[in-house]
């Protein structure tokens, strides 16, 4: 939330660091004799550890261990040269190359996240003058496998991503400087537009699909690989770059482009009768105010004859949290939408609805799957437990953390896991997702109205969801059963949108639908 800047979710502030060097002074002559802390600023790589050790310390969901999360970070050096080794013993660390001792140094304190960077940047330093593998990596390689080793032992969501991962990520959630357009290479070679987003400056300047793009910058597309084509596109915004395009064979025209601020579009809609059924890709900067334009059209297409929508949120993976606040907040009049809880203080977060509605009570139909995740499940869960929404299709899920993203001194990113998200009822979303109110992926249940009839009969458990619910964050039986209630299985996806089209269609079984998912909450929050 896989936050965001943002919490997913959250911005790094730039902190002041005393980096302590005193429990690091050398103990034999091998490691040499380190200089003062404050007679040299500190290197790049060593503030690009002092960031990312002090941010664990600081907003990691629980208590860290250094001694324990140095060490494995260190260990990762292994993982590039089996000949390089480091152990703790007692209050020494000492690095090894090919069996013989290179080094000694004092450990760093348990607690102390600056300590330890500075360990971890000497032995580093130490260990790629005895090994040719580790002279040769790249600073990036050395932070990506330490960093790969510290977050191991943090949860499945802390994670370090290298500068250029972290660059293509961060224009996913927050946009770029570009012109607003994808490619796609052909077998024969030739670049095509294939999506040009609205008002933006391709769009403009008439570029449209199918477009064939030659050049840019007076260089030929042919020449270039689909990361080099999206690097000449994207730059600073208010810069120029001027691409060749030609239609249909004719004739080449060289337009001159200024880029501008682009935002990936999440939000696509369509009608079905009169049925709006609008699809969520995935929570980035703009997706709240997208889905209301779209809702907005909607309406207007299709007036007072509007039956009611379905939001898909199948395969959705989450994204920025506030997003999913957003959304959310256009559906619900009243009453809390999620709240968050986690060590640091400013993780412990409360979210209230705003008194609107953008579709002013009409019915409304919610679709997830297994892969509907993170910002996602807050959305769907926020909706069934505010009676706002009916659930269908199968077991979200359950990644149920906000992450912070903080932005390190090399320009990579680390995620840190620093709170638990919690539902209108007061269950948390980790491990337990959001669970249909109609399941559509019980094995051999293809007709919809056979998925139906539990609910059209008064078939369903929900006191009996509730009471796993209840349980599952501490007892594995009751949370096995709750998974297994709705167990994810691939399925036509045609399925669920059939299931709620039927549900629209008829006002007192929605109706029967909403009131069945609105239970008891489970603590007070």
Same mark, same amino acid.
């Given at each position: ?223 270039? !690989?689909?990361?080099? %084509?999206?690097?000449? =596109? /994207? #730059?600073?915004? +208010?810069? $120029?770059?001027?691409?060749? @395009? &030609? ?57 007072? !004859?509007?039956?009611? %929508?379905?939001?898909? =949120? /199948? #395969?959705?993976? +989450?994204? $920025?949290?506030?997003?999913? @606040? &957003? ?70 899920? +359950? ?5 912070? @993203? ?120």
């Amino acid at each position: 939330m896989s936050g965001v800047a943002h919490r997913l979710i959250r911005p790094l502030r730039h902190l002041a660091f005393q980096l302590s060097a005193a429990a690091l002074l050398a103990t034999t002559a091998l490691a040499g004799t380190p200089q003062a802390a404050n007679s040299a600023p500190p290197s790049v790589v060593e503030q690009v550890f002092s960031v990312g050790f002090a941010k664990i310390a600081e907003v990691y969901l629980e208590p860290v261990s250094f001694n324990r999360l140095g060490m494995d970070g260190l260990k990762g050096l292994t993982a590039l040269d089996s000949s390089v080794t480091v152990e703790h013993a007692g209050s020494t660390v000492r690095l090894y190359v090919s069996g013989a001792l290179a080094a000694e140094y004092g450990a760093a304190a348990d607690g102390d996240a600056a300590g330890w960077a500075v360990l971890t940047t000497r032995i580093i330093d130490r260990a790629r003058a005895y090994s040719p593998i580790l002279a040769k990596a790249t600073p990036e390689r050395l932070y990506q496998v330490v960093f790969d080793g510290v977050t191991a032992d943090l949860d499945g969501y802390s994670r370090y991503t290298g500068v250029q991962r972290a660059s293509n990520e961060r224009a996913q959630r927050e946009g770029y400087g570009g012109v607003g357009l994808s490619l796609d290479t052909t077998s024969n070679g030739r670049v095509i537009v294939h999506d040009v987003m609205p008002h933006s400056p391709a769009e403009r300047v008439g570029i449209v699909d199918g477009d064939q793009l030659l050049a840019i910058d007076g260089d030929l597309t042919t020449r270039m !690989t689909a990361a080099d %084509m999206r690097e000449r =596109l /994207r #730059g600073p915004t +208010g810069t $120029l770059v001027t691409l060749t @395009v &030609a239609r249909d064979n004719g004739a080449p025209r060289r337009l001159p482009l200024r880029r501008e601020r682009v935002v990936p579009n999440t939000v696509t809609y369509s009608m079905s009768g009169d049925v709006g059924i609008v699809k969520l890709d995935r929570f980035n900067a703009t997706t709240a105010s997208s889905l209301r334009s779209a809702v907005t059209s909607i309406r207007q297409a299709a007036g007072p !004859t509007l039956q009611g %929508m379905v939001l898909d =949120l /199948r #395969g959705n993976p +989450g994204g $920025l949290l506030d997003q999913a @606040v &957003a959304v959310a907040d256009l559906f619900i009049r009243r009453g809390r939408i999620i709240s968050t809880e986690g060590r640091n203080p400013e993780s412990r977060q409360r979210f209230d609805a705003n008194p609107d509605d953008l579709l002013d009570g009409l019915p409304l139909v919610v679709l997830v799957d297994g892969r509907s995740a993170s910002s996602a499940e807050v959305v769907a869960a926020a909706l069934q437990d505010s009676g706002r929404a009916v659930v269908v299709g199968a077991s979200s899920y +359950g990644k149920g953390s906000v992450q912070t @993203v903080n932005r390190l001194p090399n320009d990579g990113e680390l995620f840190l896991t620093w709170s638990r998200i919690y539902t209108p009822a007061g269950y948390t979303l980790h491990r337990q997702g959001v669970q249909p109110t109609v399941c559509t992926s019980r094995a051999g249940q293809t007709d919809p109205e056979a998925l139906l009839s539990d609910l059209r009969e008064g078939r369903l458990r929900p006191t009996q969801v509730a009471s796993w619910r209840s349980k599952a964050a501490d007892d594995e039986h009751a949370l096995n059963a709750l998974r297994e209630a709705c167990p994810w299985k691939e399925h036509e996806p045609e399925l669920d949108l059939k299931v709620a089209m039927r549900l629209l269609a008829e006002p007192g079984l929605y109706q029967r639908a909403v009131a069945t998912a609105v239970v008891n909450t489970v603590a007070e929050r």
